[in-house]
């Protein structure tokens, strides 16, 4: 059974602050590691992916995120964050050879203060 | 056209009666699922479509119904909706292949009273 564990809930920046959502699963097998982001009112969106390689991987707006095997992270990370960053951002495992489903954190709300 | 659309945008249901929802997609992908959001709570698969075939989630097996009738288009069925029912109802859709990201529709926020 996969599990996502997003530890916080709320995170709340500056415009300008570097910003980490942390991210920890617990899965034994192949998987895929994504994160997505949901503006209000929006559907969720695709950030970016890691499967295997370079263990940092950049995705869209200047995001990040770095896997570490032997912690069982997939943190995202953001250097500079604007006010439109503002979003919930949900962490999310799929396993090879399951259709890609995903199983998806509860999902961290970073609000971005001007 | 990445969308995914979804009908209605909200869902007024009494207790005990069935709920239809829609979802819509035209970018010939396989594969079609369909979340539960409740808040506070991380997106739940309900079940998925690849092609014609329906797969549902066991602890969700006799809740909700599904049909697909050609590709572009999904449904979510309710046959008796309960208060436990009131989420937010997440369609998406992707190729299905290993790792392709999923496009999501805006949601249908279903609330029975």
């Known amino acids: 059974t996969q599990t996502v564990s997003q530890s916080d809930a709320h995170v709340t920046v500056f415009e300008g602050d570097s910003v980490e959502l942390r991210c920890n699963y617990s899965y034994g097998g192949s998987i895929y590691l994504s994160w997505y982001i949901q503006h209000h009112g929006h559907g969720l969106q695709f950030l970016l992916k890691?499967?295997?390689?370079?263990?940092v991987v950049q995705g869209v707006n200047g995001f990040e995120a770095e896997f570490s095997k032997s912690d069982s992270s997939f943190h995202l990370r953001k250097a500079s964050v604007h006010w439109s960053d503002s979003a919930v951002y949900f962490c999310?495992?799929?396993?090879?050879?399951?259709?890609?489903?995903?199983?998806f954190g509860s999902g961290t709300k970073l609000t971005v203060e001007p | 056209d990445t969308t995914v659309k979804q009908n209605p945008r909200y869902k007024l249901a009494r207790v005990g009666k069935p709920v239809n929802l829609i979802c819509s997609q035209t970018m010939n992908h396989d594969t079609m699922y369909w979340y539960q959001k409740k808040p506070n709570q991380a997106p739940k698969l309900l079940l998925f479509y690849y092609d014609k075939i329906l797969n549902r989630e066991a602890d969700t097996f006799e809740k909700f119904q599904s049909s697909r009738p050609n590709n572009s288009f999904c449904s979510l069925y309710i046959g008796s909706a309960g208060l436990e029912y009131s989420a937010m109802y997440l369609c998406?859709?992707?190729?299905?292949?290993?790792?392709?990201?999923?496009?999501f529709g805006p949601g249908t926020r279903l609330t029975v009273l």
């Open positions: 998406a859709s992707s190729r299905g292949r290993d790792g392709d990201e999923q496009y």
């Open positions: 890691y499967y295997s390689g370079n263990p």
């Open positions: 999310a495992v799929s396993s090879m050879s399951n259709y890609n489903v995903l199983y």
